[in-house]
T-cell receptor, first 109, second 114 residues
Framework: QQPVQSPQAVILREGEDAVINCSSS?????VHWYRQKHGEAPVFLMI?????EQKGHEKISASFNEKKQQSSLYLTASQLSYSGTYFC??????????FGTGTSLTVIP | GAGVSQTPSNKVTEKGKYVELRCDPI?????LYWYRQSLGQGPEFLIY????????DSGLPNDRFFAVRPEGSVSTLKIQRTERGDSAVYLC????????????FGAGTRLSVL
């Protein structure tokens, strides 16, 4: 049930781009993205509903391909503040919510 | 308060003891979730309330774990006969309606079972 994220970890220099992928084995209704900094609670970034939409939030955007049951998070021109662990959260057609396996992102100067 | 409040922030207990963890959701949020997060892992779903009733408790690991939300607001997660493997951060989240809605998280309760 738990969505699988890739990569597990990534290190970027400031200004570089990254893509984080989230894949589910179940048919999905929506996908959420959250970021969690060390010792803090997860913070909501964005939600994507089925329909293949793409959303943007500053320099962070995401896409959702419901046919492939996949979502990707795109971080462009990364900043130090982007460091943290990123989790996708999926809502399947059975209305169950699961967090993904997580991707640790470290941005260095 | 404006956000989700969890108390205590830290709880240290001995193996075999009973503990209660409290969650006070955002006012007006009908849905409330409990998760458990171990170091380096993602939040693991435990239980989801819609109003006063548990809409999905499939994530509770065994019958030592129980949660209530008697008035549809504050929720208490209860763990009986604690084991060392129960040590984790317990996160609570609330949302305006149900699954598929944005979840707002509390800071969590760090439970340590010695």
């Amino acid at each position: 049930q738990q969505p699988v994220q890739s990569p597990q970890a990534v290190i970027l220099r400031e200004g570089e781009d990254a893509v984080i992928n989230c894949s589910s084995s179940k048919a999905l209704y929506s996908v959420h993205w959250y970021r969690q900094k060390h010792g803090e609670a997860p913070v909501f970034l964005m939600i994507l509903l089925k329909g293949g939409e793409q959303k943007g939030h500053e320099k962070i955007s995401a896409s959702f391909n419901e046919k492939k049951q996949q979502s990707s998070l795109y971080l462009t021109a990364s900043q130090l503040s982007y460091s943290g662990t990123y989790f996708c959260g999926t809502v399947n057609t059975g209305n169950q919510f699961y967090f993904g396996t997580g991707t640790s992102l470290t941005v260095i100067p | 308060g404006a956000g989700v409040s969890q108390t205590p922030s830290n709880k240290v207990t001995e193996k075999g003891k009973y503990v209660e963890l409290r969650c006070d959701p955002i006012s007006g949020h009908t849905a409330l979730y409990w998760y458990r997060q171990s170091l380096g892992q993602g939040p693991e779903f435990l239980i989801y309330f819609q109003g006063t009733g548990a809409a999905d408790d499939s994530g509770l690991p065994n019958d030592r774990f129980f949660a209530v939300r008697p008035e549809g607001s504050v929720s208490t997660l209860k763990i009986q006969r604690t084991e060392r493997g129960d040590s984790a951060v317990y996160l609570c989240a609330s949302s305006l309606m149900g699954q598929g809605n944005i979840q707002y998280f509390g800071a969590g309760t760090r439970l340590s079972v010695l």
